[in-house]
């Protein structure tokens, strides 16, 4: 009896002892695993995690991609081969740039109600705003038209107006709807042309609101082709710098040849 008892009480302590280890032997491995991992990462350096740092020769692009040409309906804006528009100008609707125009930096030509024209030889400077609207309130056409050899100064902002040929338009001056600037004629910065006012043929204006302040002479009248034929040719320097879709095949061919893949 003695040695049956003997006998059981060990077949019960084996029985424990190996349902015990099989439960703890998950835990038992994950602790071995991780101390394991961390002796190795502690032993050897080269496996440490290393900090990536950009290349100081790398050229930093610009992807945000300003849209320049913005259809509207069945309104798409022309531009003539040799027109130069910088990458950063709006064109949206029924505009037209003709033949060696040029619009510059930051300008806004918005043609959603009405048609704007920019003409031969003409220029617009930097941040002009030029609009267009339904009709005009005194019966005169809506849409904007700057027609040849015709210089807008920076900041100025034109609506539903026509400017004759060989005519300067100040820096920060407004044209309001209906306005009419005739040939060989001169505002002044910062002058403002209420809705419906003319001014006449070879004259100089100016002030808020534009009045009278004298005649040009014919030196100052053969003056205004010669400013926009200047701008025009000033313009192709900048033109033969511009790439219209953008410069990212540099970053491709780079990345190509670093791999070494043929161009």
């Known amino acids: 009896m003695a040695a049956l008892a003997r006998l059981s009480r060990r077949a019960l302590a084996t029985t424990f002892s190996s349902a015990t280890y099989h439960r703890r032997l998950p835990l038992l491995l994950s602790r071995t695993f991780s101390s394991e991992t ?21 050229v930093k692009w610009d992807y945000r991609g300003q849209r320049k040409i913005i259809p509207l309906g069945q309104w798409l804006p022309k ?10 100008v709006v064109l949206a609707g029924q505009v037209t740039v ?3 125009a040029s619009v510059w930096n ?14 031969f030889c003409s220029n617009v400077q930097e941040r002009c705003v030029i609009h267009a609207a339904w009709n005009s309130p005194t019966g005169l056409p809506a849409e904007t038209s700057i027609e040849r050899f015709v210089t807008i100064g920076a900041y100025s902002l034109l609506r539903s107006c026509t400017i004759e040929p060989e005519c ?14 005739e040939t060989h004629s001169i ?33 100052e009248t ?14 192709k ?6 790439l219209p879709y953008s410069t990212v095949y540099l970053e491709v061919e780079k990345l190509k040849k670093s791999l070494g893949i043929s161009i």
């Open 38 to 58: 961390a002796a190795a990462s502690s032993s050897s350096p080269s496996t440490k995690a290393i900090p990536i740092t950009e290349s100081m020769d790398r």
């Open 79 to 88: 531009i003539a081969v040799d027109a130069y528009v910088a990458p950063n």
């Open 98 to 100: 003709c033949d060696g």
């Open 106 to 119: 930051s300008a806004v030509l918005r043609g959603d109600l009405n048609k704007i024209t920019v003409g």
């Open 168 to 181: 300067i338009i100040g820096q920060h001056s407004i044209l309001m709807e209906g306005s009419l600037v």
């Open 187 to 219: 505002l002044e910065a910062g002058s403002v042309v209420p809705p419906g006012r003319r001014i006449p043929t070879g004259e100089l204006w100016a002030g808020n609101p534009a009045r009278f302040v004298r005649t040009l002479t014919h030196e």
């Open 222 to 235: 053969l003056e205004i082709p010669k400013l926009a034929v200047a701008i025009n040719d000033l313009s």
């Open 237 to 242: 320097s900048h033109f033969s710098e511009f």
